[in-house]
């Protein structure tokens, strides 16, 4: 059974930074490109940053590029993301994924606020 664990979340003031982890179990890890997505409230999920299997090439989209970083640890099934220089409309769930036809987890909360 595919699994995705998402933690770190939580509320933070602008310009702060989080770091968020995502333990994945269920099916071959290492072998699989992994994201994280983020759905803000009234909002699309909407794709943030992928990795890929080694973590030789990464994917920023333009709204995080430059304050985020995807890394991962293929031992650990762990997929990584550091979140730095928080803006307000960073404020969203957030979850990762293998981008297959897996469900997906809960997510983390990230707000961020004054």
């Known amino acids: 059974q595919v699994q995705f664990v998402e933690s770190g979340g939580g509320l933070v003031q602008p310009g702060g930074s989080l770091r968020l982890s995502c333990v994945a179990s269920?099916?071959?890890?290492?072998?699989?490109?992994m994201s994280w997505y983020r759905q803000a409230p009234g909002k699309e999920r909407e794709l943030v940053a992928s990795?890929?299997?080694?973590?030789?090439?990464?994917y920023y989209s333009d709204s995080v590029k430059d304050r985020f970083a995807i890394s991962r640890d293929n031992a650990k099934k762990t997929v990584y993301l550091q979140m730095n220089n928080l803006k307000p409309e960073d404020t969203a769930v957030y979850y990762c994924?293998?981008?297959?036809?897996?469900?997906w987890g809960q997510g983390t909360q990230v707000i961020v606020s004054s």
């Open positions: 990795i890929n299997t080694y973590g030789r090439s990464t």
């Open positions: 269920g099916f071959s890890f290492s072998v699989y490109t």
């Open positions: 994924y293998n981008n297959r036809a897996d469900p």
